[in-house]
């Protein structure tokens, strides 16, 4: 086919688009959808819940997971814009990772060494780490679905930044219902939950992100 | 940012609000400012800038099934240097070469390129043949011989609607074809 037919053809094509933006936004507003029915379904949230939120402890789980899903959506958006800069934006990622830092710092210099342990470990590691994981589940299959109207240089890290946010969202829901409010056991259960659906994104994005 | 540039942002504006006309004038305008630098890059590559048409098509497909990653109010020229040197990357890989293509190659895009007149292509005319009878029909009524959806429509017993649709999925799965050619 000549150039100048391809051209003609393509020009005739002015369906109006849907900004990435609202993309994402839908996109996510379903996966959401599907993660608050999961949760609805097998959990509940901890007695005491709005109230509790006072606590700095319990506050910190949702700034860390919510902040993260944030920094996650902007960066996704940067990633699959063709000449968008993200890497000026990495920075933020500061946000949610300072916070945990000050969380962490504040729960060594306050309790005693013989809680570290305990409240690392917990009393439900393994449902932090399948749970955030099966909440994540339907936001990022939601962001994918999404971010493959983009197209981004580096289909990788669009993936790892749609696992990244789906892993703060799935965090922030399990939030609801956890009850091991250590700092530690955030950094280390939320910490690997949320590792853990990065990689997926990026493993999965890289083969799915390609344009 | 240069007139030239400024013009392009103008047009694409325009044609994101659904200017069919602008639409097709940026398309045109683009197109061999693309070809010149491929063909540039294909030439230093040792490649034969005979493929320079495929990758000028491949990457106008991009820009079109990708114009909604575009921000109105960012510049167009950076959006459109890392389209095309994705695509020119894409072109190379499947042909089995090394690729070291920087965005800075795509730098002088905006520059006055010479004026050609357009040639054929081989990939997107070998993957057209693949697609189904009624995508393939539409774009051949509407691209190469120039008919309007209307009367395409008519022409093949379909509703305007249905034509838009079949366009739209005949450039969507030419792409993802193309794409999947290793």
Excluded at chain 1, 44 to 68: H, I, N, Q, T
Excluded at chain 2, 103 to 129: I, N
Aim: charged share 20%; net charge positive; proline share 6%.
């Amino acid at each position: 086919m000549k150039t100048d037919d391809l051209i003609r053809g393509l020009a005739a094509d002015t369906r109006p688009q849907r900004s990435l933006e609202s993309g994402l936004a839908l996109a996510l507003a379903v996966g959401l959808a599907g993660a608050v029915a999961l949760f609805a379904m097998i959990l509940a949230p901890r007695s005491g819940m709005p109230g509790l939120l006072m606590e700095p402890r319990v506050l910190m789980k949702f700034v860390v997971s919510l902040s993260l899903a944030a920094v996650s959506v902007w960066m996704a958006l940067r990633l699959v814009r063709p000449g968008a800069n993200a890497r000026s934006l990495v920075w933020t990622l500061a946000v949610p990772g300072g916070v945990l830092a000050v969380g962490v710092a504040a729960e060594l210099l306050v309790t005693p060494a013989q809680g570290w342990m305990p409240g690392l470990i917990g009393h439900n590691a393994v449902y932090c780490l399948s749970l955030v994981t099966l909440m994540g589940a339907p936001v990022l299959a939601a962001a994918l679905f999404a971010l493959k109207r983009g197209a981004p240089e580096h289909p990788a890290w669009a993936g790892a930044a749609g696992g990244a946010l789906a892993g703060g969202l799935g965090a922030a829901l399990y939030a609801l219902h956890c009850t091991d409010d250590s700092p530690l056991f955030v950094l280390t259960w939320y910490g690997l939950a949320i590792g853990f659906m990065t990689v997926a994104g990026a493993l999965i994005g890289r083969r799915t992100l390609s344009w | 940012m240069d007139d030239r540039e400024r013009r392009w942002m103008q047009l694409m504006q325009a044609a994101l609000a659904g200017d069919r006309p602008s639409y097709e004038r940026l398309l045109r305008e683009i197109a061999p400012a693309i070809r010149s630098v491929v063909e540039r890059r294909l030439r230093q590559m040792g490649a034969p800038t005979a493929e320079s048409e495929d990758v000028v098509q491949e990457t106008l497909l991009a820009v079109h099934l990708k114009r909604h990653t575009w921000r109105p109010s960012d510049p167009l020229g950076p959006w459109l240097r890392t389209i095309a040197r994705n695509k020119l990357i894409d072109h190379l890989r499947r042909r089995g070469r090394r690729v070291e293509v920087l965005v800075e190659d795509f730098a002088e895009l905006l520059a006055a390129p010479e004026e050609r007149p357009s040639t054929e292509a081989d990939d997107v005319e070998r993957h057209l043949a693949l697609l189904p009878d009624k995508q393939r029909s539409v774009i051949r009524s509407i691209a190469v011989e120039g008919a309007s959806v209307g009367e395409t429509a008519e022409r093949m017993n379909m509703t305007p609607g249905a034509v838009r649709v079949a366009l739209h999925r005949a450039f969507a799965s030419l792409s993802a074809r193309l794409k999947a050619d290793e």
